[in-house]
């Protein structure tokens, strides 16, 4: 089994920020996060097609903007002016899409690690992955402080191959059967997986491997009493003060 150094040293890690205090993926909900103590943020980068990372989860506008139509389309200048935090609450409006730029520098002036989800249109990998490289290489201090996670094995076979250096997060919902292959191709530092569709073989499975195991979304502690047990490293929560106490 692979021996990594222990680069979370945190067991709760904020869901686009923390998405039930604060419009997921905004700056707000970065500071949020911040606020209940935890770490790590996860949060979702996506590429539009004229050029700009932009810090957003749905293809569409609609459920976190008051604009409208398919994400990767938009014009950068008007994704920059829409409002992305009062569908969320009144006091969050004026809330807007940030850049991966501003996000990284947020999350740096917080003190907080990083875990920075590519997101998975297969169209995409050669554009997004350079780009998000380049911006980490010019923005990003502290290596031990970022993972890098995806459900598209092949984004991160090319950040592996561009940047070996980089610690991988192989994304999945349910396990499948050849994870092994795939985490020993880009030497992965940890398997995030669903903690619903966990079972306690697959989690023993994926230690006994040497690799950090996370799981997304769990929003109740109760839910995820049993992970721990079977060896759970971290749990990414839209709520991380109600896993105060795992901080
Ligand atoms: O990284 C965990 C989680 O964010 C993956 O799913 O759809 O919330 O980005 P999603
Ligand atoms: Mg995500």
């Known amino acids: 089994p692979a021996v990594r150094k222990d680069i979370l040293k945190s067991k709760v890690m904020g ?13 707000a909900s970065i500071k949020a996060a911040a606020e209940t103590g935890v770490k790590w943020v996860e949060i979702d980068v996506y590429l539009i097609d004229k050029g700009g990372l932009i810090i957003f989860h749905d293809d569409t506008l609609e459920r976190c903007t008051n604009g ?18 009062a569908w969320f609450a009144p006091e969050f ?10 996000a990284l520098d947020c999350i740096q002036a917080l003190g907080l690690g990083l ?16 780009t998000v490289l380049d911006t980490l290489k010019e923005y990003w201090v502290d290596n031990e402080k970022l993972l890098i996670s995806s459900f598209n094995h092949d984004a991160l076979k090319m950040v592996f191959e561009l940047d070996p250096q980089r610690h991988l997060g192989q994304l999945y919902e ?3 059967a050849n994870w092994q292959a795939q985490l020993e ?18 989690a023993q499975a994926v230690k006994a ?16 009493t049993e992970h721990w047990e079977w ?4 749990v990414i929560t839209d709520n991380p003060s109600v896993f105060a106490s795992f901080i």
Not at 121 to 128: K, P, S
Not at 185 to 195: E, F, M, R, V
Not at 209 to 220: F, I, M, P, S, V
Request: charged residues 20%; glycine residues 6%; contains cysteine.
């Open 15 to 27: 869901h686009r920020g923390a998405a039930l205090l604060a419009p997921e993926n905004t700056l």
């Open 231 to 234: 060896g759970m490293d971290a």
């Open 174 to 176: 349910a396990i499948p």
């Open 185 to 202: 191709q880009i030497h992965a530092y940890s398997l995030n997986c669903d903690y619903s569709l966990l079972t306690q073989a697959q």
């Open 209 to 224: 491997e040497g690799y950090k195991l996370l799981c997304y979304t769990a929003n109740d502690p109760e839910t995820v």
């Open 115 to 130: 875990n920075l989800e590519i997101k998975h249109d297969t169209a995409d990998v050669e554009n997004i992955v350079p």
């Open 93 to 102: 409006k004026g809330e807007s899409i940030p850049t991966l730029i501003e």
């Open 68 to 85: 409208a139509g398919v994400t990767r389309e938009t014009d950068p200048l008007v994704a920059s002016t829409l409002d992305a935090g």
